[in-house]
């Protein structure tokens, strides 16, 4: 008998949770204030495959709990993306899915080495975009190699020979 239940049950659930989602997505179920920031959805939102307009949804949720200063810096990354052709594009795609595979303390370790990038001057910054691209592929191949080869002394010690270089007045992390 509980066994009989228990099947009635799960057979109902599945029969009305996708019932469920799928309301949920309707333009009549979002709050007002989704509805206008996805304004430019509306006519055809019944067309938009259900996962997509469950990432519309989210992220009009949190786009709602943005500081002004956060909604200014993601229209920026907007933009920037919108500008991208399709081949930069998919290179950033590839890159954030390496990123991801990562593990948490070597995402974070490269989080740190870009807010220490982005703390340099724009000078200095650009010297070493520049000084990168001047670099033959085969050296760019060969200083991977050595960096993946090193031992994190000797990681450590080429970074303060690169900061000082650079006039870096403080330690890494």
């Known amino acids: 008998m509980r066994r009989t239940n228990l099947l009635i049950t799960l057979i109902a659930a599945a029969l009305l949770l996708p019932g469920l989602a799928s309301a949920a997505e309707d333009w009549n179920d979002l709050s007002r204030d989704q509805q206008r920031?996805?304004?430019?959805?509306?006519?055809?939102?019944?067309?938009?495959?259900?996962?997509?307009?469950?990432?519309?949804?989210?992220?009009?949720?949190?786009?709602?709990?943005?500081?002004?200063?956060?909604?200014?810096?993601n229209k920026q990354r907007l933009q920037r993306w919108q500008q991208m052709s399709p081949e930069q594009r998919k290179l950033v795609r590839e890159r954030y899915q390496r990123f991801r595979t990562l593990s948490p303390e070597q995402q974070q370790h490269l989080r740190q080495k870009r807010n220490w990038f982005k703390s340099l001057s724009p000078e200095k910054r650009q010297a070493m975009r520049e000084r990168w691209r001047n670099t033959s592929p085969e050296q760019r191949q060969r200083v991977r190699e050595r960096w993946q080869n090193m031992n994190p002394e000797?990681?450590?010690?080429l970074r303060q020979r690169i900061e000082g270089n650079h006039n870096r007045p403080h330690a890494r992390h």
């Not at 920031?37 to 009009?60: C, M, N, V, Y």
């Not at 000797?154 to 010690?157: G, L, S, V």
């Open 154 to 157: 000797q990681r450590q010690r």
């Open 37 to 73: 920031i996805l304004k430019q959805f509306e006519s055809r939102w019944d067309q938009i495959p259900d996962e997509r307009r469950e990432r519309l949804s989210r992220g009009a949720e949190r786009w709602m709990k943005m500081t002004p200063e956060q909604r200014q810096k």
